[in-house]
């Protein structure tokens, strides 16, 4: 859990940083629960990061749900969407998986 939250704080001071010219201060985190413990560990997650003051994050985060996993494979024959990664590559600075 320690190394998610340094790696989503990281993005959001590099991404606030590189944004103060444009005003915008947010990060938008895909969030991928997958199979097994990720649907428990994922949302319990967002809410650590929902609740850091802005001292320690100081971007504004927005949070995407995204697919994936053993149990999407059985239902649509693949893993990993092609709309999982379109949103991680297009819409996301970062991405929190469980599995």
């Known amino acids: 859990m320690y190394s998610a939250l340094r790696s989503v704080q990281l993005a959001a001071r590099r991404t606030a940083s590189m944004s103060m010219s444009t005003g915008a201060k947010s990060l938008t985190i895909g969030l991928i629960p997958a199979d097994g413990i990720g ?3 994922i949302p319990a997650a967002r809410q ?4 850091l003051p802005s001292d320690v994050m100081p971007a ?5 749900d995204l697919d994936a996993g053993f149990e999407y ?5 693949v893993a990993l969407p092609e709309q999982t990664l379109a949103a991680l590559k297009g819409d996301c600075d970062g991405a929190l998986f469980g599995a």
């Open 39 to 41: 649907r428990e560990v």
């Open 60 to 64: 504004r985060l927005n949070f995407v």
């Open 73 to 77: 494979f059985q239902k649509h024959g």
């Open 48 to 51: 650590v990061l929902e609740a």
